[in-house]
């Protein structure tokens, strides 16, 4: 499996279409993705996670990863998600403590930190 990424600005926001698998073969490049849009200065980013077939703890530590950077611009990184299997891990690390998720990628650009 692959990972599609796509990107496109919504007002001060960016948002980041991420699709397939998030694993150790593929995290890289989307860890590639968030680090050029904070070099980009692009700080508000909401990553859509709606066509995400797997995500491993490498995928995780991207994500975690892109937070940080953002946080260090007083940015923020919103997650979309529905799918249960997604959620799950989210749930299981706590990160749910951690990461914003929205229903809905209105939401995301909707909420305000």
Do not use: N, W
Not at 10 to 18: A, L, Q, S, W
Not at 58 to 64: E, H, S
């Amino acid at each position: 499996m692959d990972l599609s990424l796509s990107t496109r600005p919504e007002g001060d926001k960016t948002v980041v279409e991420v699709g397939g698998e998030i694993d150790v073969y593929t995290a890289p490049r989307l860890r590639e993705q968030l680090v050029d849009l904070v070099a980009d200065g692009k700080y508000h980013l909401v990553v859509d996670m709606e066509r995400v077939d797997f995500l491993d703890s490498t995928g995780l530590g991207v994500l975690v990863g892109g937070l940080k950077r953002v946080r260090a611009h007083d940015g923020s990184l919103r997650l979309v998600c529905t799918q249960e299997r997604i959620l799950k891990i989210f749930r299981i690390t706590g990160l749910t403590k951690v990461f914003p998720i929205h229903e809905s990628v209105e939401d995301a650009l909707a909420a305000t930190d």
